[in-house]
């Protein structure tokens, strides 16, 4: 009995490091960058004010479109390499 319970507690400590990778689906944890775009746009503008609002915004917009173009290459990645595999 005690032998097999030492195995499963074998077999779990080594899966437990695989199946930690299937946690992160989907984005990986997102750093969180506000502190910088506050700094960068109170440079510019009062906090609160319009352009102040419009800047946080704009930043906001680029990450986003920087993401996505991210995942568009990741995409474009995956199906080139889908689509033209190479055998040696």
Same mark, same amino acid.
């Given at each position: 009995m005690r032998c097999k319970a030492a @195995?499963?507690?074998t077999a779990l400590l080594l899966l437990a490091p695989l199946l930690a990778g299937c @946690?992160?689906?989907g984005q990986p944890t997102m750093v969180d960058s506000s502190?910088?775009?506050d700094a960068f746009c109170r440079a510019g503008a009062a906090v609160g004010s319009p352009e102040y609002v419009a800047c946080r915004k704009d930043r906001d917009v680029q990450r986003a479109n920087a993401n996505a173009r991210t995942d568009r290459r990741q995409?474009?990645?995956g199906e080139y390499m889908l689509n033209n595999p190479t055998r040696p």
């Open positions: @195995l499963a507690l @946690l992160e689906r502190g910088d775009d995409r474009n990645l």
